[in-house]
């Protein structure tokens, strides 16, 4: 009878739970889900880990795209499980479709092409789209126009560690414009001329090109890990281009920099030579060159003590403290992709951040 009774006060002593979704964290910031309704749970997942890991301190608000209509379904479980805001966008069919320019039977060849010879998402049209949209147009968005920050987070994705200060803010206070944590190489056949057309606009537009800028990330054809040789890197890079790309699944970003009328001219060049289409260009290596050509490399930062994982890679910090606090818990097994042979990590540090390299591997130094 006793412990009834005790069993009864200490569930009634649990406060209700807090429907209170004004935002905490300080920054102008957003959010941001390109997403299917189809992928509603995969959403949930991703959303889930976020909050808890980060955005139940911040409340920072969510802003879902898609170029379909949102269902009731997806709004309802979405904004019941974030916990501040959440905006729902439909995306213009007129910005999302192949654009008046493209050759469309030209298209219809290439996507047979790229179909026949294995290349990834090649032969999806959705996916053409998807990748142009990412690469040019989410910032334009009528509901993104109001942010400066924007947090990409995709469906299906892990977010293994506390986060225990502001990404948003510490953008801000160490004008940093874009944020990464992985960084591997690209399938070559999705890329065939992106290096080249990148080089055209350079020569076109010399004064866009920052003095400072971390270019030497994308071309250099040096081994990053003592046992990787020299043969190696050349089989995975073009024409010059050496596949490293920062892996745009997950970025935290300025749109400033993406609405400056530096990367809309980098953008449009692009757009106009049809790789888009004619090839299978991904918007992670396109963000890629227009922030190595166009940005100080010094305002490009490596969240080295994020913790993420985005099918079929993963990575976690390096450190000791990361794990004995508590604050990450990690996959058990021995493949973080930092140190694949064809992860990019190792190069970027080398050249960018010298004293984490040594954390991660000191003989790679
Ligand atoms: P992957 O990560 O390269 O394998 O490609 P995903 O299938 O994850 O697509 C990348 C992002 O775009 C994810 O956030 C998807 O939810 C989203 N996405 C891809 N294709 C479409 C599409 O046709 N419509 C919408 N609304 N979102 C899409
Ligand atoms: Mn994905």
Not at 63 to 90: C, P, Q, R, W
Not at 102 to 127: A, F, K, Q
């Amino acid at each position: 009878q006793v412990e009834q009774e005790n069993e009864i006060k200490y569930w009634k002593e649990i406060p209700e739970i807090e429907r209170n979704r004004t935002q905490i964290g300080k920054e102008n910031a957003c959010i941001y889900m390109l997403v299917r309704n189809s992928e509603l749970h995969e959403a949930l997942d991703s959303i889930r880990q976020i909050e808890d890991r980060f955005n139940r301190r911040y409340r920072y608000p969510w802003v879902f795209l898609n170029d379909d209509y949102f269902t009731e379904e997806f709004k309802k479980h979405t904004s019941g499980m974030v916990s501040g805001i959440a905006e729902y966008g439909h995306i213009d069919p007129e910005v999302w479709n192949v654009p008046k320019h493209i050759d469309m039977d030209l298209y219809e060849e290439r996507l047979r092409y790229m179909e026949e010879i294995n290349v990834i998402y090649g032969g999806s049209r959705s996916y053409h789209n998807m990748c142009r949209y990412n690469s040019g147009n989410f910032f334009w968005h009528p509901l993104m126009l109001k942010y400066r920050y924007y947090w990409r987070v995709e469906p299906s994705i892990k977010f293994y560690c506390d986060q225990r200060y502001d990404p948003f803010e510490f953008m801000r206070l160490n004008d940093k414009l874009y944020g990464f944590v992985i960084t591997i190489v690209e399938y070559k056949d999705t890329v065939p001329t992106l290096y080249k057309t990148v080089k055209e606009f350079l020569e076109k537009r010399p004064d866009l090109l920052h003095p400072d800028n971390g270019l030497i990330f994308a071309t250099d054809m040096e081994p990053t890990f003592s046992w990787v040789d020299e043969k190696f890197v050349r089989e995975f890079s073009l024409d010059g281009y050496n596949m490293c790309h920062f892996w745009s699944n997950f970025e935290i970003g300025d749109m400033t920099f993406f609405r400056s009328e530096a990367y809309s001219a980098f953008f449009n060049h692009l757009e106009e030579s049809g790789g888009f289409y004619y090839e299978r260009w991904g918007d992670a290596p396109v963000h890629t060159f227009g922030v190595l050509s166009m940005m100080n490399a010094s305002q490009i930062h490596h969240f080295s003590d994020m913790g993420y994982y985005h099918p079929p890679f993963w990575r976690c910090p390096h450190d000791k403290d990361s794990f004995e606090s508590g604050r990450c818990l990690c996959p058990e097994a021995d493949d973080n992709v930092d140190f694949a042979k064809y992860s990019c990590l190792a190069k970027w540090l080398r050249h960018f951040a010298k004293d984490m390299l040594f954390e991660m591997a000191p003989q790679s130094l």
